[in-house]
Nanobody
């Protein structure tokens, strides 16, 4: 069992920045950030796993950076140059299993946080 607690969401104007954090109760092999708008499915944004390069959705490449403090088991998502279409509930996810090429796939993850809201105004 892994408990995940997100923080860092908020409201920002387009072009601004936010950093999300996710504190995990134990080490997980693969962790990721997902987001879900009011009428959208939950989609993978970025993921990180030991021994592999981070994965990003094309819509956030060059603007978002995922990182992890392995000693403290804290996952981060630095979001720069935010756009209104980035507005969503952001969720942290974790799995104790290897993700491989499915790191941005929702069904790869067993554990989920409660979410943190990000609102970007034009």
């Amino acid at each position: 069992q892994v408990q995940l607690v997100e923080s860092g969401g908020g409201s920002v104007q387009a072009g601004g920045s936010l950093t999300l954090s996710c504190a995990a109760s134990k080490a997980a092999w693969c962790m990721g950030w997902f987001r879900q708008g009011p009428e959208n499915e939950r989609e993978g944004v970025a993921a990180i796993q030991r021994g592999q390069e981070a994965s990003y959705d094309d819509s956030v490449k060059g603007r978002f950076t995922i990182s992890k403090d392995y000693l403290k088991n804290i996952l981060y998502l630095q979001m720069n140059n935010l756009k209104p279409e980035d507005s969503a509930m952001y969720y942290c996810a974790a799995t104790l299993n290897y993700c491989g090429g499915s790191a941005l796939v929702r069904t790869s993850y067993l554990y989920w946080g409660q979410g943190t809201q990000v609102a970007v105004s034009a």
